[in-house]
């Protein structure tokens, strides 16, 4: 809109713009998915893109905010246009005649607000300032685009749990981090859910046969990953008492201790927890078995891979004797 000196945005402006609002074009069957996802998102973006009027020579009089109102052809209606005789492609300039604004009289409250707005802006505009469009996120100073302030704004805000640290923290591999995370919601598609799902299918465990698939279960008091926890706890430090619930998990991962036991503690527990789900779906899905010490296998080989993998970082250069 600002056309800034880029070859994307020269492009832009000569492809799918050619001198016509931005707010207002629509998506042709030709245009690329980008050009349509941007399209898509006009929304969003108007909450962000102001004007700052110059001489008023290029911000759209209907379609660009470049009043506290927004976008006047929301706030006064589809009708604006026919009500204040001015056309949907006028710019800020052609409502003023000599310095003065040649609006009609108003005739609904939309249009006193209008009106009443006009009259702090000082006349005449500045002949030699261009308007200046500006991407404007909360309180940041900067007045440009930025995918980092822009993602504040917009995204969900949930009060902080107290588990946050052992799902995501650094150095943490993303796909352990996700199941992790699923599992820390117990929204995993264990048997046991997918029955209350209405799926008629067995609710027993795939390793032992003896329980129901609960994640508890599954991750905690089956034997088969009894088997696999034990090997961890050697390297770990085991726990007083052998895990009941998903909180004593928890409770083990953040125990007082040093650093390096907290960080080797919960990439532990994130490998094994990804390599128990992984053989549990092998076991279901192709018939493929392994016993607990080939899942230990896996998990330390994964373990001694990120850990060796990120020894230039100082919380895990302790690791590497470990």
């Not at 007083?240 to 004593?248: A, I, N």
């Amino acid at each position: 809109m600002s056309k800034p000196p880029s070859l994307w945005s020269d492009w832009h402006w000569n492809k799918h713009l050619q001198e016509r609002s931005f707010w207002t074009i629509e998506p042709s069957t030709t245009d690329s998915w980008a050009w349509r996802r941007l399209l898509k998102l006009r929304d969003l973006a108007l909450q962000f893109c102001k004007v700052s009027l110059g001489n008023g020579k290029s911000a759209s009089f209907w379609f660009d905010s470049w009043s506290p109102l927004g976008q006047l052809i929301t706030h006064i209606g589809p009708q604006g246009p026919r009500a204040l005789r001015l056309r949907q492609d006028a710019v800020v300039a052609d409502a003023l005649q000599d310095s003065t604004w040649i609006l009609p009289h108003p005739r609904s409250q939309q249009e006193v607000d209008l009106h009443s707005y006009l009259t702090t802006i000082s006349l005449p505009l500045s002949p030699d300032i261009d308007d200046i469009y500006e991407w404007i996120a909360g309180d940041s100073p900067l007045r440009v685009f930025r995918s980092s302030t822009t993602w504040e704004i917009l995204r969900p805000r949930q009060e902080e749990v107290d588990w946050h640290d052992v799902v995501w923290f650094k150095g943490a591999i993303p796909k352990h981090s996700f199941t992790m995370w699923v599992a820390n919601y117990d929204i995993l598609p264990t048997r046991s859910r997918l029955a209350t799902w209405g799926m008629a299918i067995t609710t027993d465990c795939p390793f032992c046969s003896r329980s129901i698939e609960t994640r508890d279960h599954l991750f905690l008091r089956c034997e088969y990953s009894l088997d696999v926890w034990r090997e961890v706890f050697i390297r770990c430090h085991p726990p007083v008492s052998t895990f009941t619930d998903w909180s004593e998990l928890l409770s083990w991962i953040r125990a007082v201790g040093p650093a390096k036991l907290k960080l080797m503690r919960k990439l532990a527990t994130q490998t094994v927890i990804f390599h128990l789900w992984k053989q549990r779906n092998n076991l279901i899905h192709n018939q493929i078995s392994f016993p607990p010490a080939s899942v230990f296998y896996f998990v330390d080989k994964e373990m001694r891979n990120i850990i060796s993998a990120r020894k230039h970082r100082n919380q895990f250069q302790s690791l590497m004797a470990s």
